[in-house]
């Protein structure tokens, strides 16, 4: 619920808070607003909903433009951690474990109202910061994993390719599509239907799970 304007339009409170701590307020409700009325919303709506004027707003942002980058950045780029990418490579654990210990902290951060919601109105406006979020995801994360499927798949298959890569990903993140954007019922515990997207994916490139080389009827067969 984003916060009324009541809540921090006290002049008094305002004098209360450094540059950076006001500037990070403003930044919170701008999230949630654009979350809630896409990125058409008015920046004069934005303001009386931070109990600030416009003018104050202008001084933390220059722009509109400045304003939706940031919001761009703590939503998007912040949530991104480059140690996923060292998990992805460390080819001392199963692939199929290091892919669901990946997809399962990258759901944690993006399956939220704001990524959501954010992330279909930019799309939908033509804007470019999608394009530039999944060009970052493609070379931090998504090529890395293509390269390891790549070593690990039978040489009589198949090779696998970054239309694959993008499949599998659509189909983990339609979870999160389906919650927040279509507002319809989906599983609590997303790790099982994440396991079973994973599992699948690599079975088509003759890829055993971990459990799957474990298994005796795996083995006989």
């Known amino acids: 619920m984003p916060p009324q304007a009541s809540d921090c339009a006290s002049p008094s409170a305002r004098k209360r ?15 949630a607003f654009f979350a809630e009325v896409g990125l058409d919303g008015r920046t004069r709506d934005l303001s009386e909903r931070a ?3 416009q003018s104050l707003l202008y001084n933390y942002f220059g722009s509109k433009e400045a304003l939706i980058e940031a ?18 490579t460390d080819r001392a654990i199963p692939l199929s474990e290091r892919m669901q210990r990946f997809y399962e902290a990258y759901t944690r951060v993006i399956f939220t109202y704001e990524w959501m919601r954010i992330f279909m109105f930019a799309g939908l406006a033509g804007a470019k910061l999608n394009l530039r979020y999944l060009a970052h995801l493609r070379t931090s994360f998504l090529e890395p994993m293509l390269a390891e499927i790549s070593a690990s798949a039978a040489p009589d298959l198949r090779a696998p ?8 990903h659509g189909a983990i993140v339609y979870i999160g599509i389906r919650r927040y ?3 319809v019922p989906t599983p609590e515990d997303d790790a099982p239907h994440i396991a079973r997207a994973i599992a ?22």
């Open 17 to 31: 808070l450094k540059p950076d701590e006001r500037r990070s307020q403003i930044l919170d409700v701008a999230v």
């Open 51 to 53: 109990g600030i004027t």
């Open 71 to 88: 919001v761009f950045e703590r939503v998007y780029l912040d949530r991104l951690q480059p140690e996923w990418r060292v998990l992805l």
């Open 161 to 168: 390719d970054m239309e694959d890569i993008w499949a599998l």
């Open 181 to 183: 954007v279509y507002q």
């Open 200 to 221: 699948g994916f690599l079975r088509g490139f003759g890829i055993a799970t971990a459990g799957e080389a474990a298994s005796p009827c795996q083995a006989v067969t």
